[in-house]
Structures are given as C-alpha cells and as structure tokens.
C-alpha cells in the first residue's frame, strides 16, 4: 500500500554512479531519474542510464528517465587567469568581439553574439546566478559597457540574465537537437526544454523527438519572464512544466519568486498540467546529514500548493550521500500530506473535450465522496490517470497498463501508482476479478472496500475509456 503521493525526481551524476548506490536511491523511493544533458557526454548519460535501469529491474521498482536538455545558456568567456574580482562601483566590459580565453579585470567575451543587440544602457545584467549585477551605461558595437553595482569573484563560464528577461536568443540550439536525438535513441519517457518562450518551442522539440522516433513526453522548464507571460499556452502544448527556480528567479528577482511559484501551481492543476518544483529545495544535504527547517517547509509548502513532483539536483548528482538525501525527502513529503485534505471539485464552466476526460472527473468525484478504497484505472496512454490526478484526492490510483511507456510515463504523476497488467482474455468480469485480486495481493484492498473500475468497451484503444464501475470487494464482479 503506497504511502507517498508526491513523487520524487532526482538528477544523476557522479555520486550515483555505482549500481549499489542506485539501488539504494530507488528503495529509498526514486521515481524519476534525471539527467542533465548541460554536463557529460552522451556517452557517460549511457552508461548512467543503463546502470539506472539494471537498478530498477534488480529492485522491481518502476523508474521513469528524464533527460534535460540545456538550452541556449548565454555565459561569459574565459579569463586568462581563470577568475577575477570586481569591485562595487568599477566599470567592466562583456565583449562579443574578444577572443573566447582573454578575459582580464576590466572585459570579458560572451558567448552569445547577439547580446548587445538585446541591451539598453539602464538594463541590469546578473552574473554567476545573480550573485554579481552590472548596469549597463553604454552599447557600442559589440562591448556592453557598465557599472559593477554588486560585485565579487567572477569565473570563467558562468551565466548571464537580463533583469526582467527580453533576450532574443532561439530556445533550441545545435546541441539541443542532437541531445534530443539522444534522448530518441535512448528511449527517455521525458524530454526537459530549457529556456522555451512560447508553445512554439515546445511544439517545436516535440516535432523533433517524434522525427527521431522519441515518444517521451515534453517538460517546459519555466527559466524566463517569455513563459510567464505565454504560461497558459505553454501548459497546453506540454506534458508538464517545471518550476525552475534558478534562471527564473535571476530573471524575475527572488522577492517575487514565492508568488509565482505558488502561481504556477495553482495554473498548472487548474489546466490539467502536470508540475515539477525543482532547485535548491535540500542543497544543504549536498554535504550535510539533515536539511535546514527552512528546506522542510519549502518541500512542503510546494506540496500543500499541490505539485505533483519534487526535484533533487546537486544533492543527489554530487552530493555525500544521494539515498539519504531522497530517504529524507520522501519522509518530508508523507508527513506533509497527512494534513493535506486536497479534494478540489472542478471550478471553472470550462466543458469536457474528450470522453476519458469525464469518466477520469466523475471517478475522482465519486470516490471523494463514497469512501472508496482504491481507483483501478486500465489505460494504454495514461490521460485517464493524469487527469484522475488532477482534482486530487487521497484515494490511491492504480494505472494498470500492459505498455512498458505509460508505466514509466504515469509514475511522475501525483497520487498514480503504475501496474503492469496485460489481460489473458478482456470478458469484463474476468478483468474486474484480475484486478482486484492484484490489489488484495498488494495490500490495496480487502473485503468489504469499495473500488472504482475505469476501462473501455475495447482493450487496446488510445481515449478508449468509456465506463465506470463501482465494486465492492468479495461480491459478484
């Protein structure tokens, strides 16, 4: 009997790179391993993949792979001494024009050549994740002239970002359409897309997956003050998005960022979107034994505003100890929902568009209200359980599902539960008895519980589920 409803995605790297380790991050309650295609190459994401996906059939647990593309990243060059200081008040150069590894305190090349066209004397610039900020006084050519107004010690390739976004450059870049290939080729059930302005991009990348002979699901990382404003169509063009606090916090200014994350949440559930929280949530625990209080309540904070997933990035791929990190987590997020009462019936006039889309509401609703033991949802793509996931509910929901994808897809899903199940014969009471003998084998259901049966008339058909049935465990199925 599942425990956990949120779910937990967690980012490979050199910590995990040992088949002892992964196995002891997956019983510690892995469900989404990602990879961060920014660093590595794609051999060594291989290797990684193939060592997480032994762990997975060695432990029998279901893990789902991320891969996270890294976007068109705009950074400074290289200094010839590695790094500088700046001091507060001094000026300081970026240079489209100088050469990528002659840097010195006062310029520094860029790697975006677009930049001074994006620029305008006022504008704020924040380096190194916003720690360093320079104001731009004057654009001439290709040198953004400014002034240091916070300063200290800036190294080679760290990351720049407009106050308030606005930069012109593509959301793909040459690298990203090779990783996405990758990602085809690996099979990865989802696909991150860094720095996307508008559904565009996101329809974009998904066209490519598909043309590569991908079929994993596309993640809008929400980095720019672009998405924000474009958020609804967004959310409508991917399978989930991702509150990716970092570059978007850089962009919008940390004090506004609490607002629109809890924004996002509250968007994404309303438009049938699934979230991920993700950046610095335990980053303390990349060294240290236990998290920060404050690290506590942000998990739990981003789980009582309803995200279906929490994101580890540094704790698990370079920290000291990854499965203590995600044992930790996993213990934050069941104590957190034992005061959660999230039911939300469906508050807006909006009609439904699809026939599995009403049979998933009406269970949820339902079982809300029935104190139904379990929900048994057959699917072949997973729309029924994810819209299922949508209201929210406390009433556990089984995906059964006889294709390895939707296993893998449906495990990001808050509150979803995957089964593999392939049906000897498809008479309906010989499937409904299946079921529920799988779910008193597990635990889920004994005599006497109430069960909520979603399938359709014909196994096997995409947006096929069509009927309901509520059973009483240990009568006439």
Not at 81 to 95: H, K, Y
Not at 103 to 130: E, F, H, M, N
Not at 156 to 172: C, E, T
């Amino acid at each position: 009997m599942p425990k956990r409803r949120t779910k937990i995605v967690a980012t490979l790297g050199p910590s995990t790179a040992t088949p002892e380790v992964m196995e002891a991050m997956l019983r510690a309650g892995l469900d989404v391993a990602r990879l961060n295609l920014s660093h590595g190459t794609h051999d060594a994401h291989r290797a990684q993949l193939e060592l997480a996906r032994a762990a997975a059939a060695r432990t029998g647990r279901c893990l789902a792979i991320m891969l996270d593309r890294q976007g068109p990243k705009i950074r400074i060059e290289k200094f010839r001494t590695g790094s500088v200081v700046l001091e507060e008040g001094q000026r300081f150069t970026l240079d489209a024009g100088l050469a990528s590894d002659a840097g010195d305190a006062s310029r520094v090349g860029i790697t975006y050549k677009g930049l001074p066209q994006d620029v305008r004397p006022g504008d704020c610039l924040l380096l190194a994740d916003g720690l360093i900020r320079l104001e731009v006084e004057q654009v001439e050519g290709q040198a953004i002239h400014t002034r240091v107004t916070t300063g200290g010690r800036l190294s080679n390739s760290k990351g720049i970002n407009r106050l308030g976004g606005g930069l012109s450059v593509a959301a793909l870049t040459d690298k990203d359409r090779e990783d996405i290939r990758f990602a085809a080729e690996v099979g990865a059930d989802y696909v991150a897309v860094s720095f996307p302005k508008s559904a565009h991009d996101i329809e974009k990348a998904r066209r490519l997956l598909q043309a590569a002979g991908g079929s994993g699901g596309i993640v809008a990382k929400i980095e720019r003050q672009e998405a924000l404003e474009n958020l609804d169509e967004i959310m409508q063009a991917a399978d989930a998005v991702m509150v990716a606090r970092g570059d978007l916090a850089v962009e919008i200014g940390d004090p506004q960022l609490a607002g629109v994350q809890k924004d996002i949440l509250r968007r994404a559930r309303a438009r049938d979107c699934v979230v991920i929280t993700a950046t610095q949530m335990m980053v303390s625990m990349v060294h240290a034994p236990t998290p920060t209080r404050a690290e506590v309540l942000d998990v739990a904070n981003a789980i009582l505003d309803g995200t279906d997933a929490v994101m580890l990035s540094e704790e698990t791929a370079a920290g000291d100890h990854p499965a203590r990190v995600i044992a930790t987590m996993a213990t934050i997020c069941e104590g957190t929902e034992q005061y959660q009462r999230f039911h939300r019936d469906r508050d807006d006039d909006r009609g439904y568009t699809h026939i599995d889309e009403a049979i998933a509401k009406a269970s949820i609703d339902t079982a809300n209200r029935l104190q139904v033991k379990a929900i048994a949802a057959m699917t072949e793509t997973g729309a029924t359980p994810m819209w299922m996931s949508r209201i929210g509910t406390e009433v556990p929901i089984y995906a059964f599902t006889r294709n390895p994808t939707t296993e893998r897809k449906v495990n990001l899903y808050r509150g979803v539960y995957p089964i593999a199940y392939d049906p000897v014969q498809h008479e309906p009471t010989a499937v409904n008895r299946d079921l529920i003998q799988i779910l008193k084998e597990i635990g889920a259901v004994a005599d006497g519980d109430l069960v909520i049966v979603t399938k359709g008339d014909l196994a096997g058909v995409r947006g096929g589920t069509n009927a309901m049935k509520i059973i009483r465990v240990g009568e006439n199925y």
